[in-house]
């Protein structure tokens, strides 16, 4: 699982560019189940079961990253950019990025601290004040290698840190790669793997794919905020690492099925691996628009905990994304049983 | 000699302010080609260049060795390291990033932050180093199996190569600087000199200059330079207080320099048709030239600074033209005129 995790997590796929991840995982599924891509990009495999039960059951993940895109040129050479994706500045000033299909290095520059005001110093960056640098001399020389709408990736080592993982994109890719190996060891009941695009600037894929497959149950798959830190305390943590997948009853954009939130914990119980709750109403992801889906579909995520989520450095426990696939690879079963 | 394979290696090896060795074994090791009596002296790394001869004044090339950085202040309960700064950092970009804790060994780290999800009105605020912890992963009792309250922090930022000639990396300040005098005395090999020439890597700079203040009274130099960085515009940045990347060396112009020095660059620049930037200030330079000018009974000083983008930072960024030109330069202005 670990090395299916970095091979994903090295592929560059921010929102509306995902076809090098989509078909990474075409590669790694195409022998075992059928699968089409639709209209946005959105990868839709059917996995046909030793048994049904009438109820249609959709799982999904999303593909994309979050990232950046090339807006203008400037006319020393570097380049100006928009956030694909929801990113705080902090986390993109004096960064390592890598621009469009090339992966041209570059970095992510800023005025010198030693020249700003005493007010700049002690206030986040604005995204605007921020520019790549590739290392061109003039706007010219800049577009041979840029054009305007590539796209930008942090650039950032798949490491482990003891017991834990290191990398950019693990949100998603976590959730895609335990939809592979689920693929790959072939659901005990018919089911639907869906991988979605442009989930991070607005559940955009998900909306026409659970459109299309219209599922009568829907569990998604993803990583969530954990704030564990130093400092942080009690429910304001969210989530912890090491404690095992988080399933939430609500966020800001969906509140989960109240039988399959609990089937959840009751599976997890039984299996005799750890499960959290989520202790803040905060963050969102596909379900929200999976569950008002037509006539509204029946929903819960299940994510691995995730620490500096939508950044460069995202850090999860190894043991939480294996209890992720257990957890779900037995609630795939028992959710036919509802 | 490959001046990016030079900057490359000394810049892989690590030296925060105060914890210098790692930085200064690497560099020892390239100076002893050029000055075989080369040592550590105190922390700095000395070195006279040839035999020096009766009678010529003494010119001493200061590059500062250290590089900004963190220290370990406290591993606490739950296994984060809290720290304390080693020179100017920027704190706005310390969120999520990703740094080298050299213990006992190396660990790598990422420095606790909250995403966006969970920020109070969507945006951070900086915080203060008080606020700061690295998560290794590990905890404390396997913390404190390699690191220890005082142990050093460095960004993980290997140098990277950009378009042309220009490079990024997290310790260009002032390794690069290091690179401009290995590179000069290669130039100036068995070359007649104007000047005997002792070479300074010196610690602390980021501190407040204090290897050079013991290494000025060591080395007690006629004439000084300080081979450092300084800042390099981009867009939207104050023209004024800028050079540019690219246009050669910036020679400093300042009350507390000597003109003359700076005066003979100029004209060594031009004749040798060397490119040059000017690079005037209206006090201190803040670089380690204030130490020398003013060191036992005062040396005539100068500095020579490679344009750099995002000082302080992981990102750092030079045109390594900038390292050559500035090494033909003082090779220029050091060797005796054969005509």
């Given at each position: 699982?670990?090395?299916?995790?970095?091979?994903?997590?090295?592929?560059?796929?921010?929102s509306?560019?995902?076809s090098?991840?989509r078909?990474?995982?075409?590669?790694?599924?195409?022998?075992?189940?059928?699968?089409?891509?639709?209209?946005?990009?959105?990868?839709?495999?059917?996995?046909?079961?030793?048994?049904?039960?009438?109820?249609?059951?959709?799982?999904?993940?999303?593909?994309d990253?979050?990232?950046?895109?090339?807006?203008?040129?400037?006319?020393?050479?570097?380049?100006s950019?928009?956030?694909v994706?929801?990113?705080?500045?902090?986390?993109?000033?004096g960064?390592?990025?890598?621009v469009?299909?090339?992966?041209?290095?570059?970095?992510?520059?800023?005025?010198?601290?030693?020249?700003?005001?005493?007010?700049?110093r002690?206030?986040?960056p604005e995204?605007?004040?921020?520019?790549i640098?590739?290392?061109?001399?003039?706007?010219?020389?800049?577009?041979?290698?840029?054009?305007?709408?590539d796209?930008?990736?942090?650039?950032?080592?798949?490491?482990?840190?003891?017991?834990?993982?290191?990398?950019?994109?693990?949100?998603?890719?976590?959730?895609?790669?335990?939809?592979?190996r689920?693929?790959?060891e072939?659901?005990?009941?018919?089911?639907?793997?869906?991988?979605?695009?442009?989930?991070?600037i607005?559940?955009?894929?998900?909306?026409?794919?659970?459109?299309?497959?219209?599922?009568?149950?829907?569990?998604?798959?993803?990583?969530?905020?954990?704030?564990?830190i130093?400092?942080?305390?009690?429910?304001?943590?969210?989530?912890?690492?090491?404690k095992?997948?988080v399933?939430?009853f609500?966020?800001?954009?969906?509140?989960?099925?109240?039988?399959?939130y609990r089937?959840?914990?009751?599976?997890?119980?039984?299996?005799?691996?750890?499960?959290?709750?989520?202790t803040r109403?905060?963050g969102?992801?596909d379900?929200?628009?999976?569950?008002?889906?037509?006539?509204?579909v029946?929903?819960?995520?299940?994510s691995?905990?995730?620490r500096?989520?939508?950044?460069?450095?995202?850090?999860?426990?190894?043991q939480d994304f294996e209890?992720?696939?257990?957890l779900?690879?037995?609630?795939?079963?028992?959710?036919?049983?509802? | 000699?490959?001046?990016?394979?030079?900057?490359?290696r000394?810049?892989s090896a690590y030296?925060?302010?105060?914890?210098?060795?790692?930085?200064?074994?690497?560099?020892?090791?390239?100076?002893?080609?050029?000055?075989?009596?080369?040592?550590?002296?105190?922390?700095?790394?000395?070195g006279?260049?040839?035999?020096?001869?009766e009678g010529l004044?003494l010119?001493?090339?200061?590059?500062?060795?250290?590089?900004?950085g963190?220290?370990?202040?406290?591993?606490?309960?739950?296994g984060?390291?809290?720290?304390?700064?080693?020179?100017?950092?920027?704190?706005?970009?310390?969120?999520?990033?990703?740094?080298?804790?050299?213990?006992k060994?190396?660990?790598?780290?990422?420095?606790?932050?909250?995403?966006?999800?969970?920020?109070?009105?969507?945006?951070?605020?900086?915080?203060?180093?008080?606020?700061?912890?690295v998560?290794?992963?590990?905890?404390?009792?396997?913390l404190e199996?390699?690191i220890?309250?005082g142990?050093t922090?460095?960004?993980d930022?290997?140098c990277?190569s950009l378009l042309?000639?220009?490079?990024s990396?997290?310790?260009?300040?002032?390794?690069?600087?290091?690179?401009?005098?290995?590179?000069?005395?290669?130039?100036?090999q068995?070359?007649?000199?104007?000047?005997?020439?002792?070479?300074?890597?010196?610690?602390?700079?980021?501190?407040?200059?204090?290897?050079?203040?013991?290494?000025?009274y060591?080395?007690?130099?006629?004439?000084?330079i300080?081979?450092?960085?300084s800042?390099?515009?981009?867009e939207?940045?104050?023209?004024?207080?800028?050079?540019?990347?690219?246009?050669?060396?910036?020679?400093?112009i300042?009350?507390?320099?000597?003109?003359?020095?700076?005066?003979?660059?100029?004209?060594?620049?031009?004749?040798?048709?060397?490119?040059y930037?000017?690079?005037?200030?209206n006090?201190?330079?803040?670089t380690?030239?204030?130490?020398?000018?003013?060191?036992?009974?005062?040396?005539?000083?100068?500095t020579?600074?490679?344009?750099?983008?995002?000082m302080h930072?992981?990102v750092?960024?030079?045109?390594l033209?900038?390292?050559?030109?500035?090494?033909?330069?003082?090779a220029e202005f050091?060797?005796?005129q054969?005509?």
């Open positions: 699982m670990k090395e299916l995790l970095k091979e994903l997590c090295m592929i560059n796929g921010v509306g560019d995902e090098a991840v078909e990474s995982i075409i590669e790694k599924i195409k022998d075992y189940c059928d699968y089409r891509v639709d209209n946005l990009g959105n990868l839709i495999c059917f996995c046909k079961g030793r048994k049904t039960s009438g109820k249609k059951v959709m799982i999904a993940a999303h593909m990253e979050v990232g950046f895109i090339v807006t203008y040129i400037r006319s020393d050479g570097t380049l950019f928009g956030e994706g929801w990113i705080d500045p902090s986390v993109v000033i960064r390592q990025v890598s469009g299909k090339n992966h041209i290095s570059g970095i992510v520059g800023s005025t010198a601290v030693h020249n700003l005001s005493k007010e700049q002690e206030s986040a995204m605007d004040s921020l520019y640098d590739i290392g061109a001399d003039s706007a010219e020389e800049a577009e041979k290698y840029v054009s305007l709408g796209c930008v990736y942090f650039d950032s080592e798949f490491i482990e840190m003891g017991s834990r993982i290191k990398s950019k994109a693990i949100d998603d890719r976590a959730g895609c790669a335990v939809m592979i689920l693929i790959q072939k659901p005990e009941y018919d089911t639907y793997f869906v991988f979605n695009v442009q989930e991070e607005g559940l955009r894929g998900s909306r026409v794919s659970a459109f299309s497959v219209e599922p009568d149950f829907a569990i998604v798959l993803e990583a969530t905020t954990a704030s564990d130093d400092g942080v305390n009690g429910g304001e943590r969210v989530c912890s690492l090491g095992g997948p399933v939430g609500m966020d800001r954009s969906t509140v989960y099925d109240r039988e399959m089937l959840a914990f009751d599976t997890a119980s039984e299996l005799n691996i750890p499960c959290q709750t989520k109403i905060a969102g992801n379900s929200g628009a999976i569950h008002l889906t037509k006539c509204g029946r929903t819960l995520a299940v691995v905990p995730c500096y989520l939508h950044s460069p450095s995202c850090v999860i426990e190894q209890n992720t696939f257990v779900v690879h037995e609630l795939l079963k028992r959710v036919h049983e509802l | 000699m490959d001046i990016k394979d030079i900057v490359f000394l810049c030296g925060a302010s105060g914890d210098e060795n790692n930085a200064a074994e690497t560099a020892l090791d390239i100076l002893h080609g050029f000055c075989t009596d080369a040592g550590i002296v105190n922390g700095n790394v000395i006279n260049f040839g035999i020096h001869q004044p010119l001493v090339l200061d590059a500062h060795i250290d590089q900004i963190m220290i370990v202040t406290e591993i606490t309960d739950d984060f390291i809290k720290v304390a700064n080693l020179g100017g950092i920027d704190r706005r970009l310390l969120p999520a990033q990703q740094v080298i804790v050299h213990g060994k190396d660990i790598k780290g990422v420095i606790c932050s909250v995403p966006p999800h969970l920020l109070k009105g969507g945006s951070s605020k900086v915080p203060e180093f008080s606020e700061i912890s998560d290794t992963g590990l905890s404390r009792g396997e199996e390699i220890s309250a142990d922090i460095t960004f930022s290997p990277r042309n000639d220009r490079i990396g997290g310790a260009l300040d002032d390794r690069c600087g290091i690179a401009v005098i290995l590179l000069a005395l290669d130039m100036l068995g070359k007649k000199l104007k000047y005997n020439v002792s070479v300074i890597f010196s610690v602390q700079e980021e501190l407040g200059e204090r290897g050079a203040k013991i290494g000025a060591r080395l007690n130099p006629d004439i000084a300080a081979i450092d960085v800042f390099a515009f981009a939207g940045e104050n023209r004024k207080k800028c050079g540019l990347l690219g246009r050669g060396a910036m020679i400093g300042s009350p507390c320099l000597s003109r003359e020095v700076s005066d003979i660059l100029i004209s060594v620049a031009k004749e040798a048709e060397i490119p930037q000017l690079e005037v200030m006090g201190l330079t803040s380690n030239a204030d130490r020398y000018s003013e060191s036992r009974e005062g040396a005539k000083t100068c020579l600074s490679v344009p750099l983008r995002n930072t992981p750092e960024v030079i045109d033209s900038d390292v050559r030109n500035m090494a033909s330069l003082l050091i060797a005796e054969e005509h």
